[in-house]
């Protein structure tokens, strides 16, 4: 069973950075589509930064252009991504999500198979 631990988040200044993990296993797959989604309070989740292994390309949402880099690293059997966030803002301020796709998808992803747990990012003023 596919599992995705995140890790990083934490409290920082803005204009601070932050790296964000997500190390998923049981990962043995040749298509799939991983990457962050969000969710602040009392707002609904988005889509932040993907991975496409089908279609060798990334995503980012508009507001994170420039700012945020994604990336990834896989060995046998497991993938880690990581999320580096530069320049943050309060706005950043979010639950962070991994998730995956396995199989054919778009970017952005939609309706994930796998979600981790989350981490959360603090970015104060």
């Known amino acids: 069973e596919v599992q995705l631990v995140e890790s990083g988040g934490g409290l920082v200044q803005a204009g601070g950075s932050l790296t964000l993990s997500c190390a998923a296993s049981e990962f043995d797959f040749d298509h799939y589509g991983i990457g962050w989604f969000r969710q602040a309070p009392g707002k609904e989740r988005e889509g932040v930064a993907f991975i496409s292994s089908t279609i060798g390309k990334t995503y980012y949402v508009d507001s994170v252009k420039g700012r945020f880099t994604i990336s990834s690293d896989a060995a046998k059997n497991k993938i880690t991504v990581y999320l580096q966030m530069n320049s943050l803002k309060p706005e950043d301020t979010a639950v962070y999500y991994c998730?995956?796709?396995?199989?054919?998808?778009?970017?952005?992803?939609?309706?994930?198979?796998?979600w981790g747990k989350g981490t959360l990012v603090t970015v104060s003023s």
């Open positions: 998730a995956a796709v396995i199989g054919p998808h778009f970017l952005p992803l939609k309706s994930p198979d796998y």
